[in-house]
């Protein structure tokens, strides 16, 4: 058995070793070309790094920017990598990352408040604050996933949210601290370099936890094996995880504090010394961080040859590459994806008639009211504007196409989640609401003064883009829920780099656009709010048409099949259905976040079970969280304004973690 191991690793690690070499050409011709940009002479190179001179210009771009981007590329990708490693060993999950696990963007967030309210320690040391960030974000993920015992998919959907989470938090400081836009720009994965300070810091670092890792190469080959065998040889299980988590969350904060967010080379590196065969805790730890190195570098020099009015980004280019691996790496997990269950409770099913009409009362009144209340630089006021009709041309049309996309988004929530038979998840995971996005933005890049029909149809096409490359993707699993939930983060996920590529432009239509990505309704007219209301009719008109199908949904596919139902046809019609709803409902108000996630959970929570009963609960649960919403972003920060999807999102998030963390309702 260990002759047939080892001819086995022999005769897969030529491809390996022929992917380094090819890798390794690569990287330098790559380099080549950089330096012949600065420098036409080779024969100056060895001099401008070692003994520059400062009277050459060419000298002092290779010196201090050319020859420091190189080291630092390759101790970020190097770093990065090791930090996956760790991860993936002691949580046993392939796709297990500083990206995927959050950790990358609280860090971030906590340098952006850090700028803001606490500069000072930002100037003691940046670090300290990203590793704080990172750990929070760590601990939110752990602590989301910890009831599906760590499940592949469920790390997947946690870190998902946070990242989310965070997004939002951020894209609210950048709206109204204008300078952070800058710190948008770099935190996307800047390794652009003006001296060797990055150097000196990534250096001990990477090398202290590359030797910290390797001594602990054997105490980690024993957790892989079982916690049991870990303890019979003298290890805790627990302190090695939690020794090692600090470990790769310490190198993570390094990196983002040097150079920001990229992400994916932690997948791509280790996963591909697995598909080679070397599958050891030992050999990953010494193959994959040169091969993450090589192909950060890769990546970085290719993109920089695309002709753009700016850079694009490192860790742009990464995510280009790493989605599809992402696709790749969770669809061919072995690991289970269900989320556990979020049941509520049964207690207002006795009264269930009068607890609609409360809560259809409350959100008519709840809505009306809002109109009317509002603060203005003289305090608040219960009158309005100063006409009715001025009140209504003004603050009606927003608050009726934030109410309608929530309706929208809140049925196809229901669809979702009964689709996929997974309680956590929701519309954007689709993918289409990022397609659709997309879609707008790059309308309002090369065409703004384009009419709303062209936005309509540019959403349409995008959600139907992406609906179809779905449908492509998950065609050999017979349109399977789990495949196609997996399927749809990478999507969302591609999409949301490109949209990172644009923003990191720093082209000031990109700036203005931040709103619009963040689900802004306070330009929208009666037309918007017209065709939001008919959408979101038509939608109700539709719903009893598919709810015995969805009632069946639940109750596992064999039985649905013993019914004579087959699974192709509803999976396909709900698909197009729901991407259909999502598309609309961008077009009108931009992406909003975590509506068609709460409102159904609370809908279940007030005793709704029936597909129709749910729908129409959450119908209204949406209303009433979508008013909330308008109201607090117009009168929070008067004169400012905040966008409603980022509202909502802001108020979800916290529902969301007292929701998975709190124990199981009966």
Known sequence: MQASNKTTGTRRGFPLTTLFFCAFVVAIALGIRSMGAVSANPMTWWNALVRPDPTQMADLLLHY??????????????????????????????????????????????????????????????TLVAALGGLIAGAAVLALAWRSRLSPQTILLSGLLVNLYAGAVNTLLIMYHGGLIQLFIWGSGSLAMQDWSAVTLLLPNVAGVAVAALLFARPLSILTVSDEAARNLGVSPTSLRLICMI??????????????????????????????????????????????????????????????????????????????????????????????????????????????IIILAAALVLASGSLFLGRGFDGWNIGGLSTLDATLHWRGPRLIVAVAAGMMLAISGVIVQRLTA???????????????????????????????????????????????????????????????????ISLATFFSAVITVLLSTGDPRMYGLIGLLSGSTYMATPLDASIAVAAAILALIFVPF??????????????????????????????????????????AAGPLSFVGLIAPHMAKMSGARRTSTQIFAACLFAVALMTISDFVGR?????????????????????????ICSPARA
């Open 65 to 126: 920017s050319v020859f420091p981007r190189f080291v630092v590329t390759l101790l970020v990708g190097s770093g990065l990598t090791i930090a996956a490693i760790l991860f993936q060993i002691v949580l046993r999950n392939p796709i297990a990352d500083s990206t995927t696990l959050g950790i990358s963007a609280g860090a971030f967030l906590a340098l952006s408040m850090a700028n803001i309210w606490a500069p000072v320690f930002v100037d003691a040391s940046r």
């Open 247 to 356: 470990i790769g969350i310490w190198i993570t904060a390094v990196c983002v504090s040097t150079v920001g967010i990229i992400g994916f080379v932690g997948l791509a590196a280790p996963e591909l010394v697995r598909r080679y065969g070397f599958s050891s805790v030992k050999d990953q730890l010494l193959l994959a961080p040169p091969l993450g190195a090589l192909l950060l570098w890769d990546a970085d020099g290719l993109f920089q040859m695309v002709p753009t009015p700016s850079e694009i980004s490192a860790g742009a280019a990464m995510a280009f590459v790493g989605a599809p691996l992402l696709l790749l790496i969770s669809a061919r997990s072995s690991h289970s994806n269900q989320v556990p269950a979020i049941e509520g409770g049964t207690k207002f099913i006795g009264m269930r008639g009068l607890w609609w």
């Open 422 to 488: 997974n309680p956590m998840a929701s519309p954007e995971l689709l993918g289409v609401t990022s397609g659709s996005a997309f879609a707008i933005v790059m309308v309002a890049i090369f065409f703004p003064a384009a009419p709303h029909w062209v936005h309509l149809c540019a959403a349409a096409l995008g959600s139907f883009a992406v609906l179809l490359l779905m449908l492509l993707f998950s065609r050999k699993s017979g349109f399977a829920p789990d495949r196609i939930f997996v399927i749809g």
């Open 546 to 587: 598919f709810c015995r199908w969805l009632d069946m949904m639940p109750l596992g596919r064999d039985f649905t099949r013993s019914l004579g139902l087959g699974s192709v046809r509803p999976n396909v019609t709900l698909l197009v259905f729901s991407s259909i709803l999502v598309a609309v409902s961008v077009l």
């Open 635 to 659: 009168v929070a920060f008067v004169p400012r304004q905040l966008p409603v999807g980022l509202v909502a999102t802001l108020i979800g998030m916290p529902y969301i973690l007292w929701l």
